[in-house]
T-cell receptor, first 114, second 116 residues
């Protein structure tokens, strides 16, 4: 079946602009996670969704970052007033307890802030 | 809180040699342990996982890992590596952080380079 998809695959934006990153999880997966991979910080957890609610937002680095999930499916990560330190690969993963909580990762969105 | 330490940032080996990539973790709750592989310019792929049961876990591509609770370790091994195993390997831990939240905490990664 289809895996986790993310769009766009690459995004170049100017400092100060807003960006939206999209994640389409595997159908039926109720849990959805966003992570960020950067050279300096490695792989970091950002936010967790169970259905449409986000009980854990502890990894969001600042209030410029927000995310939502609608219909228990698609999720959007929004970064407002982007800064150069936001440059990273943003990864989305989904999981189901039926799969032993294994997280299936999408290919990521590479964000470059100039 | 959970943390993962991958003791080697880079491991160079020759083709057909054995390899061990080391991983230690700390956690205040029962853990699930994972090894992921990332090939250049690609996403994360699960190699193997430990959830419960036998402490020796076999994964894809001939890799295996052993969960050692007393040493809080989950080292990854392969008896004979191939050029195609060149990639970055990430050890990760998760546990129930509440509300079915099994967020992953990753190590910094180990770059495995297999030379001919």
């Amino acid at each position: 079946g289809a895996g986790v998809s993310q769009s766009p695959s690459n995004k170049v934006t100017e400092k100060g602009k807003d960006v939206e990153l999209r994640c389409d999880p595997i159908s039926g997966h109720t849990a959805l996670y966003w992570y960020r991979q950067s050279l300096g910080q490695g792989l970091e957890f950002l936010i967790y969704f169970q259905g449409n609610s986000a009980p854990d937002k502890s990894g969001l680095p600042s209030d410029r970052f927000s995310a939502e999930r609608t219909g228990g499916s698609v999720s959007t990560l929004t970064i407002q007033r982007t800064q150069q330190e936001d440059s990273a690969v943003y990864l989305c993963a989904s999981s189901s307890y039926l799969d032993g909580y294994e997280q299936y990762f999408g290919p990521g969105t590479r964000l470059t802030v100039t | 809180a959970q943390s993962v330490t991958q003791l080697d940032s880079q491991v160079p080996v020759f083709e057909e040699a054995p390899v061990e990539l080391r991983c230690n973790y700390s956690s205040s709750v029962s853990v699930y342990l994972f090894w992921y592989v990332q090939y250049p310019n690609q996403g994360l792929q699960l190699l193997l996982k430990y959830l419960s049961g036998s402490t020796l876990v076999k994964g894809i591509n001939g890799f295996e890992a052993e969960f050692n609770k007393s040493q809080t370790s989950f080292h990854l091994r392969k008896p004979s590596v191939h050029i195609s195993d060149t990639a970055e390997y990430f050890c990760a831990v998760s546990g129930d952080s509440g509300g079915s939240n099994y967020k992953l905490t990753f190590g910094k990664g180990t770059l495995l380079t297999v030379n001919p």
